[in-house]
């Protein structure tokens, strides 16, 4: 079974930056893509990113290109999300969560089987 552990998450003041890991462990394939998603106080889960394993092609959510980018290493089988420029309305605990195949939308949170326990951003001054 694939554990997933996310890591990197902090206070920062607005307009800073700050880059978070997933990292992927435990026997199993690691799957077709990883997604970020967030969820703030209150509000629905949202996704914010994604990336295929094989050949690195990523997808965004809306609002959330440029100021994030999503990256893997293969090797280490851990996804990272750097997230620049940031503003308050991105506090959220920052989730990782694995889609093992084609089935289902790539940005629909239903189709990501394993997730991790999250990391918490909080973005003030």
């Known amino acids: 079974q694939v554990q997933l552990v996310e890591s990197g998450g902090g206070l920062v003041q607005p307009g800073g930056s700050l880059r978070l890991f997933c990292a992927a462990s435990?026997?199993?394939?690691?799957?077709?893509?990883m997604g970020w998603f967030r969820q703030a106080p209150s509000k629905e889960r949202e996704f914010v990113a994604g990336i295929r394993w094989r050949d690195g092609t990523t997808w965004y959510g809306d609002s959330m290109k440029p100021r994030f980018t999503v990256t893997r290493d293969i090797a280490a089988r851990t996804t990272y999300l750097q997230m620049n420029d940031l503003k308050p309305e991105d506090s959220a605990v920052y989730y990782c969560a694995q889609k093992r195949g084609f089935d289902g939308s790539d940005y629909d949170q239903k189709a990501y089987t394993i997730w991790g326990q999250g990391t918490q951003v909080t973005v003030s001054s």
């Open positions: 435990g026997s199993g394939s690691s799957g077709y893509a």
